[in-house]
């Protein structure tokens, strides 16, 4: 299809010669453009599809690179993407190689500020405004923000701190009520309810038009009619938090009206002081599927316009989804938490059948943990579905609140190790690592979906201290909820294969990888022991002793960052017991790794079966 205006956006100033009516055809176009491309590739598709229009007036009113755009997030940024010199890049987004999904300070001078985790875009963006003043500068800068991020405790700290510091800044709440899930608690009732505080907006913006007419004496007549105003507003309007932090706020606008935007950013760029902008969108604009499922389409597959697909091996996220309902059926006190990721950690279910039980805190992972600490004083038993990435936000609230307290909450970490198309914001790579200082704690990995399942009835069993179990994004190797549940004992390991020549010590994911890499050992006549380290605290000393006595070498290999947990386990032990065994350990290098498919990924790492195989024989031989 032929785009004919698009096609001439090389950089943001060719934006600024368009008519508003060519605006208008430029959002019809850019619009259709990114269906067209993430419909194939896969990506973000409904959050970039709300802000289509908000991305062009922004664009047309500042001046970038000069003024600079903080973006919540940054999901949200395939058409900011397109329109800063990236259109046929886009058709390389996630992908080995192109464009990342998120903003990133290395691809490009207009991505001002990297983030794939929610709530940093106020703070960055106030820095950025303070070193303005310091530097003698006089450029702009914009937050974006959606109203989900603003369920994160950050936004609120940033906000509190630039009402404090009172600089330039315009912050622009994108508010579709929704962040992946819809959104929850008291701040979406807020926004909600300046809704219906139209009458009120109404008048403030008719007093200043009246007033303006007056050639004498105006600012007086308005300084008086303001405290009329804020009269009424006492009485119409819940109490504005944000003029209270000290902000100016404005809106709400219609988010989809492109001369609307123009005007009132034109009106409110010059303003020195901090301003929030209140901006009403729809997830999923202009995509009826998407408008209808904002969830759905939040994050889609290529294949997800044309089919959709049923693995036969399920996920472990979908193992995890089973076994909560297990839990939850055998024990009344078990309770499942999530911070704004219901559908991510395979929730829905547990949530519909047992709605008193299920908490969606928001994109608060710190509260969610501290929470889940104070469930468990009384003797609930709170299981937490969080992704390893997002527990990086709470390890404070993991030492203070639960280790330290010795206090039984159980967290289910999904997306462990290398996640994909999402990149190195969202890579699981540390928490073996940072799981492992913690005293008081139990850290697990399960090889399969059966041992997921294990590990979980077997947490509900442990009353005094934290329960870790770490999986990935992937399927799940083998599952069958109707087998018998085995539980394994708690820091034991197991054999999976007895050998003599070499010792491979294996953790979760890397266990499958290790055990195809068994038949390509034998064609080189190596002859391997194959050890489940299911655990890493506590662990299975036994086995451990056994292995560095009876075996020359000793891998340990591992979905997880290098000098991690199972590597430094073994290695403590080994000089504990002035071993003569060599040690070698295969894991993640010491870097932020790109994003990719995951297959992909792991083997740049050299952590699938054909590389682990060939790297020992290279050892060994």
Request: net charge neutral; with cysteine.
């Amino acid at each position: 299809m032929k785009y004919n205006i698009l096609e001439k956006i090389e950089e943001p100033k060719d934006i600024k010669k368009l008519s508003i009516a060519e605006l208008k055809i430029l959002a019809d176009e850019l619009r259709d453009y990114i269906i067209n491309v993430i419909s194939k590739t896969g990506g973000h598709l409904a959050p970039s599809l709300g802000v289509v229009e908000l991305t062009i007036a922004l664009l047309y009113v500042f001046d970038l690179p000069d003024d600079k755009i903080v973006w919540d997030v940054g999901h949200q940024t395939y058409p900011f993407k397109v329109l800063t010199g990236r259109r046929e890049e886009l058709k390389t987004i996630r992908k080995y190689g192109g464009i990342s999904g998120f903003l990133k300070r290395s691809e490009s001078e207009y991505d001002i500020f990297g983030a794939g985790h929610a709530s940093t875009s106020i703070s960055s963006a106030l820095g950025i405004s303070v070193a303005n003043d310091l530097l003698n500068m006089t450029n702009k800068v914009i937050a974006v923000i959606g109203d989900g991020a603003l369920t994160g405790g950050l936004a609120w700290e940033g906000l509190n701190n630039v009402g404090q510091l009172k600089k330039q800044l315009i912050v622009i709440l994108n508010d579709n009520e929704m962040s992946i899930s819809r959104n929850v608690g008291g701040i979406s009732r807020y926004l909600n309810k300046i809704a219906t505080a139209s009458a009120y907006n109404q008048l403030k913006e008719n007093v200043w038009k009246l007033t303006g007419k007056f050639k004498n004496d105006k600012e007086y007549i308005r300084n008086g009619l303001k405290r009329v105003v804020a009269s009424v507003k006492k009485l119409v309007v819940p109490k504005m938090i944000f003029d209270e932090l000290g902000l100016r706020y404005f809106g709400q606008i219609d988010g989809h009206n492109i001369s609307e935007l123009v005007e009132i950013l034109n009106k409110l760029k010059d303003i020195k002081s901090p301003i929030l902008l209140h901006v009403l969108t729809i997830k999923g604009k202009g995509l009826p599927e998407a408008e209808a499922d904002p969830t759905g389409y939040h994050g889609i597959s290529g294949e997800k316009l044309t089919k959709d697909t049923k693995e036969e091996v399920p996920t472990y996220t979908e193992v995890f989804g089973n076994t909560i309902l297990e839990l939850a059926e055998k024990d009344s006190k078990v309770v499942g938490l999530t911070a704004a990721m219901k559908e991510g950690t395979g929730m829905v279910e547990f949530a519909n059948k047992y709605p008193k039980r299920f908490f969606d805190v928001g994109i608060a992972e710190g509260h969610a943990v501290t929470f889940s600490a104070g469930l468990a004083t009384s003797g609930i038993r709170p299981i937490i579905a969080i992704y390893s990435s997002f527990l990086q936000r709470a390890i404070d609230n993991v030492i203070h609140d639960v280790s330290l307290q010795k206090l039984p909450v159980i967290f289910c970490c999904d997306r462990a190790g290398i996640v994909g198309a999402d990149g190195p914001t969202h890579h699981g790579n540390f928490d073996l690592s940072f799981l492992s200082m913690f005293p008081n704690v139990v850290v697990s990995a399960p090889k399969d979906g059966d041992e997921l399942r294990a590990l979980m009835h077997l947490a509900l069993e442990i009353k005094d201290k934290p329960f870790f179990i770490r999986y990935p994004r992937d399927k799940s190797v083998k599952y069958n909820p109707t087998n018998k549940i085995n539980l394994p004992k708690l820091g034991s390991w197991e054999y999976i294969k007895q050998g003599s020549e070499v010792a491979i010590i294996a953790i979760g994911s890397m266990v499958n990888e290790a055990e195809k890499s068994l038949e390509l050992l034998e064609k080189s006549n190596i002859n391997a022991t194959l050890i489940n380290a299911r655990f890493i605290r506590p662990y299975d000393k036994e086995i451990l002793e056994q292995v560095i006595k009876s075996h020359k070498n000793v891998f340990t290999i591992e979905e997880g960052n290098i000098n991690s947990g199972l590597e430094n386990l073994v290695s403590r032990f080994m000089q504990d017991c002035e071993s003569d065994s060599k040690l070698h350990s295969f894991s993640i290098p010491d870097e932020y790794i790109t994003h990719g498919e995951r297959s992909l990924l792991i083997k740049q790492v050299k952590l699938d079966s054909e590389n682990i195989a060939k790297r020992i024989v290279e050892i060994v031989k």
